[in-house]
């Protein structure tokens, strides 16, 4: 069987389970399973026997609902190759954004700078790599999350601190704080999709009764005892402005940016 005509197949059973973008996955599933690429892939080359045996595995799991990336092992976050897997999150567009907000803060010099929740490592790890004057700790609570992360920094070469902890309180100061903290209120988790709500840690997911519990706390953190210059957090759909209100209440300066989708998703907080 050729490349394309394997892809038409998958994307029929993956279209018979109500899977979005079944082309897209199918694709990329081909690919996964013969190890090739869109050119590849787009001159129809033939499928060695092995190759739809493998693609066929790679199928039946994506049937269940395990996530794409879960599949494959990896995800791309700022044009890099990241270990993923269950136990972390997977790695969003949207957070490379907040990303960008850590860097354009850093300067030329050297700063430390704290990932509060690091999980696969991705926004510690990216910061590292392209700041290299700063001194980058990356925190989480889960055990699980702090061994892919450790693996994705050693991966990269990214000069990492990795502590297990609660939020930042392991941290006797920062220049800058990090966080993509869980930000689903919890009565919403069971309505999230199959390949969110089965597969990803709940612990990476729940934010309480509102989604922000843990980034209310880690802004009270900041504001009494660590100061950074900059707090920057992501948030959920329509929690924004709550989260800024609730930072500008405790002394910070505030400013909200836009995801590419337009939603406000980065609260940056400032003390002086």
């Known amino acids: 069987m050729r490349a394309r005509a394997a892809a038409r ?20 599933l081909v690919r996964q399973a013969a ?5 590849q892939y787009f001159a129809d080359v033939e499928l060695p026997a092995s190759a739809q045996a493998r693609l066929r595995e790679l199928l039946d799991r994506r049937l269940q609902r395990e ?11 700022y044009g890099l190759d990241f270990d993923v897997g269950p136990g972390v999150l997977v790695p969003r567009p949207e957070t490379e954004l907040l990303v960008d907000a850590v860097l354009r803060e850093c300067g030329p010099g ?8 690091t999980g696969s490592g991705c926004i510690a790890v990216t910061v ?11 925190v989480d609570v889960s055990g699980d999350a702090l061994r892919v992360a450790r693996r994705n920094a050693r991966r990269h070469g990214a000069a990492v601190a990795f502590v297990r902890g609660d939020l930042a309180t392991a941290i006797r100061a920062a220049d800058i704080v990090a966080a993509n903290l869980p930000y689903i209120p919890s009565e919403e988790v069971v309505e999230l999709e199959p390949e969110v709500r089965y597969w990803e840690p ?3 997911l729940d934010g309480g009764p509102d989604g922000t519990v843990l980034i209310r706390r880690l802004i009270d953190d900041c504001s009494t005892r660590l100061r950074p210059r900059l707090l920057a957090l992501e948030v959920g759909f329509g929690q924004a402005g709550d989260v800024a209100a609730y930072a500008a209440a405790n002394g910070a300066r505030v400013e909200v940016a836009k995801d590419l989708a337009g939603i406000d998703r980065h609260v940056l907080c400032r003390w002086t």
């Open 9 to 28: 197949a998958a994307a029929a059973e993956l279209a018979r389970e109500g899977i979005p973008d079944p082309e897209f996955e199918a694709e990329y």
């Open 35 to 39: 190890g090739l690429t869109r050119a």
């Open 67 to 77: 996530p794409a990336a879960y599949i494959a092992g990896t995800r791309e976050f």
């Open 110 to 117: 050297g700063a430390t700078i704290i990932d509060a929740g």
């Open 128 to 138: 590292a790599l392209r700041a290299p004057g700063a001194y980058v700790v990356g």
């Open 202 to 204: 709940a612990v990476a």
